[in-house]
């Protein structure tokens, strides 16, 4: 099966949480990507509502419900007992459990799994006891893999930055796709889907699904939202799928 292609929103809540205005609309242009195929929409609600906000997400949700029930909606976070109380009121399709610090700017590593897993483990069967599918963040490491499937998690979402930032460097592209491609085989090894996120774009995805062609999922936010305001958020959504591997 095709990557599936799951839109970030965060980029577009920041824009219009910079002035005191409903446009853009997140809502909006939720729709405007689902409609153009994306399989689901993804939010990190930051504790300091700095880009998506809590008041954001029954919009997203009733959304989905009641013109894509297809789709599905992913909600990204730390889990702190906040962040478990607001998916559970929400009832995402997925949940992503991310290691971040509230004042990081962005995601940037993995669990470590070895250290973390059994206090992930009751987290995550309390979040699929609600239905959710539950992701967490990992870095491209096969040996982390074997804890990370002992947390009883759905997949791993494998943190893409690094292999993001070697756009010039194709060498460098290469030994990040082999760390990504080997810690995704390991992980399906063990029963684990595979998601992938941060940094990518429609020139880094193809080589990375050749290497992986298993791949479930992207989630893709700054980069996507960067086209559209090149292309529009329709084809930008039509380009990030055809990059999946996608017929369009």
């Known amino acids: 099966m095709p990557t599936e292609l799951s839109v970030n929103l965060n980029a577009v809540a920041m824009l219009r949480n910079r002035r005191d205005l409903p446009w853009p609309s997140v809502t909006a242009l939720g729709r405007i990507a689902l409609d153009a195929g994306a399989h689901g929409l993804t939010v990190h609600p930051r504790p300091d509502q700095?880009?998506?906000?809590?008041?954001?997400?029954?919009?997203?949700?009733?959304?989905?419900?009641?013109?894509?029930?297809?789709?599905?909606?992913?909600?990204?976070?730390?889990?702190?007992?906040?962040?478990?109380?607001?998916?559970?009121s929400v009832a995402p399709e997925q949940v992503t459990l991310v290691p971040d610090d509230p004042s990081q700017p962005t995601s940037d590593h993995g669990f470590d799994f070895r250290a973390e897993k059994d206090r992930l483990k009751p987290i995550v069967e309390r979040l699929k006891g609600h239905g959710a599918r539950v992701s967490i963040f990992a870095d491209p490491d096969p040996e982390q893999m074997e804890f990370a499937a002992e947390t009883g998690c759905d997949r791993v979402e494998l943190y893409t930055g690094p292999y993001g930032a070697t756009f010039d460097d194709e060498e460098?592209?290469?030994?990040?796709?082999?760390?990504?491609?080997?810690?995704?085989?390991?992980?399906?090894?063990?029963?684990?889907?595979?998601?992938?996120?941060?940094?990518?774009?429609?020139?880094?995805?193809?080589?990375?699904?050749?290497?992986?062609?298993?791949?479930?999922?992207?989630?893709?936010?700054?980069?996507?939202?960067?086209?559209?305001?090149?292309?529009?958020?329709?084809?930008?959504?039509?380009?990030?799928?055809?990059?999946?591997?996608?017929?369009?």
């Open 172 to 248: 460098a592209a290469r030994r990040e796709i082999e760390k990504l491609g080997a810690t995704a085989e390991r992980a399906r090894s063990l029963g684990l889907g595979v998601n992938a996120g941060h940094d990518l774009t429609v020139a880094n995805l193809p080589p990375l699904i050749t290497r992986f062609p298993d791949l479930a999922e992207v989630s893709i936010g700054h980069g996507l939202t960067a086209d559209a305001l090149e292309y529009g958020m329709a084809e930008t959504v039509r380009r990030f799928r055809r990059a999946c591997g996608q017929t369009v």
């Open 50 to 88: 700095r880009h998506i906000r809590f008041s954001d997400l029954p919009a997203l949700r009733q959304l989905i419900d009641d013109e894509f029930p297809l789709s599905e909606f992913n909600i990204e976070g730390y889990p702190s007992d906040e962040f478990l109380d607001l998916v559970e």
